[in-house]
C-alpha cells in the first residue's frame, strides 16, 4: 500500500519533493508526541517543531473548531480575534517591538522583513550565514546557502560563517575577533559594491548551521556592525521562538539583542497555516504610508483564535519551562552517554532543540554523514523519529514538540544508548 501512494506521489507531485528515511512512512494520525503509521506502528516524536504543543492537542482543535463554525474573514472588517491574538502576542516582546503584521508562513514573514528592511534602508545589501534556510520565496532562494538553490547566491547578499566555540580550534576571545572581522569585511564589500547594507538575517539557534555555540558578544558585535552600516537585525525565530530553548520565550534573548524585526511561522498555529513579523511602531508606520499591505488569509479570526490557544497551552502547561528542566536532564544524558564514545562531538543546542556531531575519526576531524544517517535510519527501526543537519549532515537533529515529558525523555535516552552501542560498539 505505501509502496503505490509513494508511485501515486511521485505520478502527481514529481520525484523531487522530499521524504525522510530510506522507506518512507505512510503516517494515518498522530497525538501529542506520538504518530501512527498504516500499519498501527507507534513513533515517538522527536522532531518536529510545527505541532509545537503537541500534535492535535484538543484546546487548539477545539478553538479551530469552534471559531470556524461562527465566523471565518479577512482583516479588512472588524474582529475581536486577531486584536486579542495580536495583543497576547505582543505581550511575550520587549516593549519597543509593539506591533504586528500577520502572514501565513515563515517564507511569507521573512520575504516582508526583507521589504520593510530594503525601503526603510533605501539599502539592498544582505548578510546570511553560509550555511541557511529561510524561507522557499525568489527573493529567499536568491540568498539560501543550505539547500540547493538554482537561482543561485545574490549579487547583493554575503556570507559570514556562525563561529562555533564546540568545533574551533581557537579560543573564545581570537574567535571571536576573527568572526566579526569577517562580518566586517563582508559590510565593506557591500558597500563598496554600492548595495549598502539593509538587514543581517539569522536563526539564534543556528540549527541549519548544526546548532552552533557562538561565542559571548558574537551576535551583539554583529548587530552593532549592520546597524552602524545603516542596516536592520531581523531574528528568524521559526525554529528558536516559543519557548523551545527553554530559558527565554525567543531565542534572540539568550543571545543579549533586541532585533528590529522578528519573523515568525511554524510552530505558531500548531500546525495551521499561521506567521507573523513583529516590529517596532515607526518601522510598521513607515511601511504602512507607502505600502497597503493585505494577506487575505492571514490574521483571520480562525486563525487568531488557533494562535491565541497555543498561548494559552504553553502558558497553562508550563511548557517553556519544562522545556528547560527536560532540555537540561537530556542534555546531561546525553553527554554522559555520548562521552564512551570517541568519534562523537558535544552535545549542543538548547532546551528541546539538540543533538550531537558524528565523526569518522577519534580526533573528530572527518564528520561522518553516513554514521549519522545510520543512526537516524536505526532510531526510526526503534520507534524514534529524528533528522540530521548541519553542512555535512553529521549532527542529529532532535526537536520534539514541546508536550515531551520525562517518560518520553526516558525512552529517547535509552534507545540513543542502544542505537548508539550497536552501531559504534
Known amino acids: 500500500m505505501t509502496h503505490d501512494l509513494l508511485q501515486r506521489r511521485i505520478a502527481t507531485l514529481g520525484p523531487h519533493s522530499p521524504l525522510f528515511y530510506n522507506e518512507p512512512i505512510e503516517l494515518v494520525s498522530a497525538e501529542g508526541v506520538w504518530m501512527t503509521d498504516v500499519a498501527g506502528k507507534r513513533y515517538l516524536d522527536t522532531y518536529n517543531n510545527v505541532p509545537h504543543v503537541g500534535h492535535c492537542?484538543?484546546?487548539?482543535?477545539?478553538?479551530?473548531r469552534a471559531q470556524a463554525s461562527t465566523l471565518n474573514?479577512?482583516?479588512?472588517?472588524?474582529?475581536?480575534?486577531?486584536?486579542?491574538?495580536?495583543?497576547?502576542?505582543?505581550?511575550n516582546f520587549e516593549p519597543s517591538l509593539d506591533r504586528v503584521f500577520f502572514t501565513n508562513s515563515g517564507s511569507e514573514s521573512n520575504e516582508l522583513a526583507f521589504r520593510v528592511a530594503t525601503q526603510h534602508t533605501g539599502n539592498t545589501g544582505v548578510l546570511v550565514s553560509d550555511f541557511s534556510y529561510h524561507g522557499n520565496t525568489a527573493y529567499l532562494a536568491g540568498l539560501t546557502t543550505g539547500l540547493t538553490a538554482?537561482?543561485?547566491?545574490?549579487?547583493?547578499?554575503?556570507?559570514i560563517h556562525i563561529p562555533d566555540t564546540l568545533s574551533s580550534a581557537l579560543g573564545d576571545e581570537e574567535l571571536l575577533?576573527?568572526?566579526?572581522?569577517?562580518?566586517?569585511?563582508?559590510?565593506?564589500?557591500?558597500?563598496?559594491?554600492?548595495?549598502?547594507?539593509?538587514a543581517v538575517l539569522v536563526d539564534s539557534l543556528f540549527s541549519t548551521e548544526g546548532l552552533c555555540h557562538t561565542p559571548d558578544g558574537y551576535l551583539a558585535g554583529v548587530a552593532e556592525r549592520v546597524r552602524a552600516a545603516g542596516g536592520l537585525v531581523i531574528a528568524d525565530e521559526v525554529q528558536s521562538g516559543f519557548g523551545r530553548t527553554g530559558s527565554h520565550f525567543w531565542g534572540y534573548q539568550r543571545l543579549g539583542i533586541v532585533p528590529d524585526l522578528v519573523t515568525l511561522g511554524k510552530p505558531m498555529g500548531n500546525g495551521h497555516p499561521l506567521g507573523g513579523v513583529v516590529t517596532t511602531e515607526?518601522?510598521?508606520?513607515?511601511?504602512?504610508?507607502?505600502?497597503?499591505?493585505?494577506?487575505t488569509f492571514a490574521g483571520t479570526p480562525v486563525s487568531a483564535a488557533v494562535g491565541l490557544a497555543v498561548l494559552d497551552v504553553m502558558r497553562d502547561e508550563d511548557l517553556m519551562n519544562r522545556s528547560a528542566q527536560l532540555g537540561a536532564l537530556i542534555n546531561q544524558r546525553l553527554t554522559e552517554i555520548t562521552s564512551h564514545y570517541d568519534r562523537i562531538g558535544p552535545v549542543r543546542g538548547a532546551g528541546l532543540f539538540?543533538?550531537?556531531?558524528?565523526?569518522?575519526?577519534a580526533g573528530q576531524s572527518q564528520p561522518d554523514a553516513a554514521l549519522t544517517r545510520a543512526i537516524v535510519e536505526d532510531m526510526r527501526e526503534r520507534g524514534v523519529l529524528m533528522s540530521k543537519i548541519g553542512p555535512n549532515d553529521s549532527v542529529l537533529k532532535i526537536r520534539p514538540p514541546l508536550a515531551f515529558q520525562s517518560e518520553h525523555a526516558e525512552l529517547l535516552l535509552r534507545e540513543m544508548e542502544g542505537s548508539l552501542a550497536g552501531l559504534l560498539g
Request: overall charge negative.
Open 57 to 64: 492537542h484538543p484546546r487548539v482543535i477545539e478553538a479551530m
Open 73 to 91: 474573514i479577512h482583516t479588512r472588517y472588524l474582529n475581536d480575534r486577531v486584536v486579542d491574538y495580536a495583543e497576547a502576542l505582543l505581550e
Open 150 to 159: 538554482h537561482e543561485g547566491l545574490g549579487e547583493h547578499v554575503r556570507t
Open 177 to 198: 575577533a576573527t568572526s566579526l572581522a569577517e562580518v566586517d569585511a563582508a559590510i565593506s564589500s557591500l558597500v563598496a559594491a554600492g548595495h549598502g547594507v539593509a
Open 282 to 295: 515607526a518601522l510598521l508606520d513607515e511601511f504602512g504610508r507607502r505600502n497597503m499591505y493585505f494577506n
Open 354 to 361: 539538540f543533538g550531537f556531531e558524528l565523526y569518522s575519526d
